[in-house]
C-alpha cells in the first residue's frame, strides 16, 4: 500500500518539525522549509527544494514524499464598495468564500471560511441554510489568505474567521490555520490581528480559554433576551445565554480587554428600550463594547432598522457606558456581506487574474 504524500500546506511550525525529526534538521533549516512554503507562497516542490541552508538529503526526501497542494480560484467578484469576494473550489469537495476588505486605503483583512456550509442554522444566515457540509483543513483555510495576498496591491494585515461555517466546530483545523499565519516565517500576520467570530459555541470557547490562545474572540449575541435570541440563534438551546455570558465574564476578565459582542440589528425585533435593557442587567459588571451590525437577508424576511430606529437604539444603548460601534458589513451587492455568503455568483464585476505580486 502506497504511504499517503506529507501535506506541507497541513502542518503547523511544529508539526513540520516532528515530520522531519527522523533527520535531526537543525531549526534554521525548518523554518527556511516552512517559509518556503508560507512566507515566500511556493508554487511547486522545485521551490520548496530550492530553500536555502537545507541540507540536501532532507530536501530530496521532501520533494519524494510530499505534496503541495492548492485552492483553485473560480473567480473573484469585485462589490461596488471595493469589497472583493473570492470564490473558492477545492480537491477535497465543495465551494466555498473569502473576502477581502479594504482598510483606510492601506490594507486588507482577509474573512476566511473554516466550514462548507454551517451546523448552526442562524435564522438569517444563508450560510446556515445551507447545512452543514464539511469542515475544511487548516490548508485550505491558509491558502484562501495566501491565494489574495499574492494578488493583492496592498499588504493584508487580518485574517477574521467570520466567513462560512462556525470555526470553534472546525477547532483544530482552524487554531492550526491561525498558527500558521502568525508564525514569523509563516504570513507573519499578528496574533491579535486574528480574530474568531462565534455564534456562541461555549465548549470551543472554554477550550479557547484554556489553551490561552494569543488570537480573539467576537461572540455574536444578537440578543440578550433569552427567547429572542432562540428565534434567531439555535445555539441558544444547546449553549443557553447564562452559560455563554459565563465565558465571555472569564474571556474579558483573564484577557483584561473588552469583549466584542456582535449584535445583528433587526428593524422591530431587537432594538428597543427593553433589548438595551436586558443587555445593561445581562453584563453588568462585565467589559464589553458592542458591534452593532445591520442584518443581510436578501429572503426579506429579517429587515435592518431605519436611520430613526437605529438612533433611538443607540441612545437606549448609553446606559451600557460601553463603547459602541456600527461595523460596516460591506459588499452586498455581490452577497458577501455578514451573513450573506452561500457560494453565490452574483453582482458587482467579475475581475480577471491580476498579474502576481509579491507578498
Not at 86 to 115: H, M, N, W
Request: aromatic share 8%; with cysteine; proline share 6%.
Amino acid at each position: 500500500m502506497q504511504q499517503a504524500k506529507l501535506n506541507l500546506k497541513n502542518l503547523d511550525f511544529e508539526g513540520l518539525t516532528a515530520a522531519l525529526a527522523p533527520f535531526n534538521p537543525s531549526k534554521t533549516a525548518v523554518l527556511k522549509l516552512f517559509a518556503s512554503v508560507f512566507a515566500h507562497h511556493a508554487q511547486s516542490l522545485d521551490d520548496v527544494k530550492a530553500a536555502p541552508q537545507v541540507p540536501k538529503r532532507v530536501s530530496d526526501w521532501v520533494v519524494a514524499n510530499s505534496e503541495l497542494p492548492s485552492l483553485t480560484i473560480v473567480e473573484r467578484r469585485k462589490a461596488d464598495d471595493g469589497f472583493v469576494k473570492y470564490l473558492f473550489s477545492s480537491s477535497l469537495g465543495g465551494r466555498f468564500e473569502a473576502v477581502r476588505i479594504p482598510l483606510f486605503d492601506t490594507k486588507y483583512i482577509v474573512c476566511v471560511s473554516s466550514q462548507v456550509g454551517c451546523a448552526l442554522a442562524c435564522d438569517f444566515c444563508q450560510t446556515g441554510k445551507l447545512g452543514f457540509k464539511r469542515n475544511l483543513e487548516s490548508w485550505e483555510i491558509v491558502d484562501q489568505v495566501m491565494a489574495i495576498r499574492s494578488e493583492a496591491d496592498r499588504p493584508v494585515r487580518g485574517v477574521v474567521f467570520m466567513g462560512m461555517g462556525e470555526p470553534l466546530l472546525n477547532y483544530n483545523e482552524a487554531t492550526r490555520a491561525a498558527r500558521v499565519m502568525c508564525h514569523p516565517a509563516g504570513l507573519a500576520i499578528s496574533g491579535r490581528a486574528i480574530t474568531f467570530s462565534t455564534a456562541g459555541w461555549v465548549p470551543g470557547i472554554r477550550r479557547f480559554l484554556r489553551e490561552d490562545l494569543p488570537y480573539r474572540l467576537a461572540f455574536s449575541l444578537t440578543s440578550a433576551i433569552a427567547e429572542k435570541r432562540a428565534q434567531v440563534l439555535p445555539v441558544e438551546k444547546t449553549h443557553p445565554l447564562p452559560s455563554l455570558v459565563e465565558v465571555i465574564r472569564e474571556y474579558a476578565l483573564t484577557r483584561k480587554e473588552r469583549a466584542m459582542l456582535a449584535y445583528v440589528v433587526i428593524a422591530g425585533f431587537n432594538t428597543g428600550r427593553e433589548d438595551a435593557e436586558a443587555l445593561a442587567q445581562t453584563f453588568d459588571g462585565i467589559p464589553i463594547k458592542v458591534d452593532l451590525i445591520d442584518v443581510s437577508d436578501p429572503t426579506g424576511k429579517y429587515l435592518p432598522p431605519g436611520a430613526e430606529e437605529l438612533k433611538r437604539f443607540r441612545d437606549h444603548l448609553q446606559i451600557l457606558k460601553a463603547p459602541i460601534a456600527r461595523r460596516y458589513s460591506g459588499g452586498k451587492d455581490i452577497a458577501a456581506a455578514c451573513g450573506m455568503l452561500e457560494a453565490s455568483q452574483t453582482g458587482g464585476v467579475l475581475l480577471p487574474q491580476p498579474r502576481a505580486t509579491a507578498p
